[in-house]
């Protein structure tokens, strides 16, 4: 049985490499996975578009659930992913996609996992795998469950979810360059843990526009560079605006009715356009 999951990108409030709370919203970039398990051994992975990808983090979210079949006859996986959330851009690629395929791989196997079950199992395999610092449960949550979610890294607990204004487009500015988890400078972040920890409080009593900032902000420091891209963004007329995860991406937020505005002001190249979602509230 070929088993079928799917995730979604997000951006951040506040990176939890500073203090172990972080918070993140989601938005409609997706990923998608399949994984059969075979009776032979071997992990075989295509990440669509990406073929110099490390493949552990697929090999250990299919090893993640076998775990849980002891009896089972299959060793192996034939692993898939296709997905339009660029790679190591800060927008959450590895959450989405361990996500997905957790939930590919249980759908296989019959598993009953629940998305928030789902998250914590992506924060574990994303720490062993080497593709996040913290394990990113606040990314792992925003990315599946949708919403603005606030979150204790440490202890992979869900403080708090609410729905993000729908008012707003997400604007994602690209450089061309990547930054990969190994070469973010995390203990220049912890030296800022003071001024994060009163981003989160502040945005988690409801000003979530100028924790971005902030948190953003605080993240170039530690990099070495400007918010110049959030500056011009804000002076373009974006309510929000700031470096997201571990960067280089630049996540925007911009009133929708004025979106073609302030493309014309502040340029359409580099960019990625995306939907704000907020998952199910029921």
């Given at each position: 049985?070929?088993g ?8 951040s409030?506040i990176?939890a490499i ?10 409609d ?17 295509t990440?669509?578009?990406h ?7 697929a ?19 034939v692993?898939k ?10 927008l959450k ?9 957790l ?5 296989a ?9 789902i998250?914590r ?5 994303s ?6 610092i913290?394990?990113a ?14 979150t ?40 800022m843990?003071?001024?994060v920890?009163k ?7 409801g000003?979530?526009y100028?924790?971005?900032y ?14 110049e ?8 007329g974006?309510?929000a605006?700031g ?8 996540g925007?937020l ?6 073609n505005e ?17 998952g199910?509230?029921?």
């Open positions: 049985m070929i079928r999951g799917i995730s979604y990108g997000a951006l409030v990176n500073a203090t172990g709370k972080g918070a993140a919203f989601g938005i970039l997706k990923t998608e996975a399949t994984v059969e398990f075979t009776k032979e051994p071997g992990f075989f992975v990440i669509d578009g073929t110099t990808e490390n493949t552990l983090l090999e250990l979210c299919a090893q993640e659930m076998l775990k849980r079949c002891p009896d089972s006859e299959m060793k192996g996986a692993i992913t296709v997905s339009d959330i660029p790679i190591s851009m800060g690629s590895s959450s989405a996609a361990a996500n997905a395929m939930a590919a791989a249980a759908d196997l019959d598993i009953a996992a629940s998305p928030l079950e998250s199992l992506g924060t574990n395999v720490i062993a795998a080497g593709v996040s913290t394990g449960f606040d990314d792992a949550c925003a990315c599946m469950l949708g919403g603005l979610v606030f204790d890294n440490f202890a992979k607990t869900l403080l708090h979810r609410v729905p993000m204004p729908e008012t707003c487009t997400a604007v994602i500015h690209l450089p061309e360059f990547q930054i990969r988890k190994t070469a973010f400078p995390k203990e220049k972040m912890r030296k843990a003071d001024t920890a981003a989160y409080d502040r945005a988690l009593a000003d979530v100028s924790a971005m902030i948190n953003g902000s605080c993240t170039c420091r530690a990099l070495g560079i400007t918010p891209t959030a500056d011009r963004a804000l002076a373009c974006a309510v605006a470096l997201s995860g571990t960067g280089p991406a630049t925007i911009v009133p929708t009715d004025s979106l302030f493309l014309d002001a502040f340029g359409r190249e580099n960019i990625l356009i995306a939907n704000i979602r907020n199910n509230f029921a």
